[in-house]
């Protein structure tokens, strides 16, 4: 006997979309006024794990549909004009509640870091941590960097490496500015040293107070 399953509606879908809340990889937004605010967005989903944005939504998770189409044009100039490289995403359209909800899936991108434009045209790299759009790190973006050698590459574990080992087991968490005073290095070679045990798998960044620090990597907690 063959047993036909209902389709999920729309009403079902975005409900279902919004139980879940604002988290890594969802975000929602009322409106959208401007573009440059979106790529920021857009910027974190491609630059973390990828992620979904729901326009029409508010905060508090209450659909208010959107306004105009013009919306769709927002999100097309955030990815196109505002975003380097530019940022892949699918656009779908939804009717919840009798209102029009759209609903943008961004990947995680394979050409990291994305940059967002400010109002002067510089780039500024982000990174999604829980439902927050935090800029990157000197650290982030070496880390990126760092990716296209391969993971095969010779390091030699120096005196400096030791350091930055022991000093890590030695501390729940450590900043970059206690790094660099305690190594007595270079912010550029702090930079390149946690990026390169953050590759290799020996180190994780962790936002605490609203700063970036870094610790030992935990198998339980996944990467920012």
């Excluded at 959208?32 to 794990?49: E, G, P, V």
């Excluded at 961004?106 to 510089?122: C, I, L, N, Q, T």
């Excluded at 962790?206 to 030992?216: D, G, M, P, Q």
């Amino acid at each position: 006997m063959q047993v036909r399953m209902n389709p999920m509606t729309d009403d079902d879908y975005i409900r279902a979309l919004i139980a879940e809340g604002e988290h890594r990889q969802q975000d929602f937004k009322f409106e959208i006024s401007d573009a440059r605010k979106i790529a920021r967005t857009l910027s974190a989903f491609a630059n973390t794990a990828g992620g979904r944005l729901l326009i029409g939504v508010k905060d508090n998770g209450r659909i208010a549909g959107v306004r105009s189409e013009e919306e769709a044009y927002m999100i097309e100039a955030a990815a196109r004009l505002y975003c380097s490289p530019e940022v892949e995403y699918t656009l779908t359209t939804h009717r919840a509640e009798g209102r029009i909800v759209l609903v943008a899936e961004v990947a995680e991108s394979v050409s990291k870091p994305v940059y967002a434009r400010d109002e002067s045209g510089k780039g500024w790299a982000y990174v999604r941590v829980a439902d927050e759009n935090i800029l990157a790190t000197r650290v982030h973006i070496r880390v990126w960097k760092q990716a296209a050698r391969p993971l095969g590459e010779l390091v030699e574990f120096s005196d400096r490496e030791r350091f930055l080992l022991d000093f890590l087991r030695e501390n729940e968490y450590i900043t970059f500015n206690q790094y660099c005073r305690k190594g007595r290095i270079s912010r550029r070679e702090a930079e390149v040293l946690l990026a390169r045990f953050i590759r290799f798998g020996i180190a994780e960044p962790c936002f605490i107070e609203h700063n970036f620090c870094f610790r030992l990597c935990r198998s339980d907690v996944s990467d920012v």
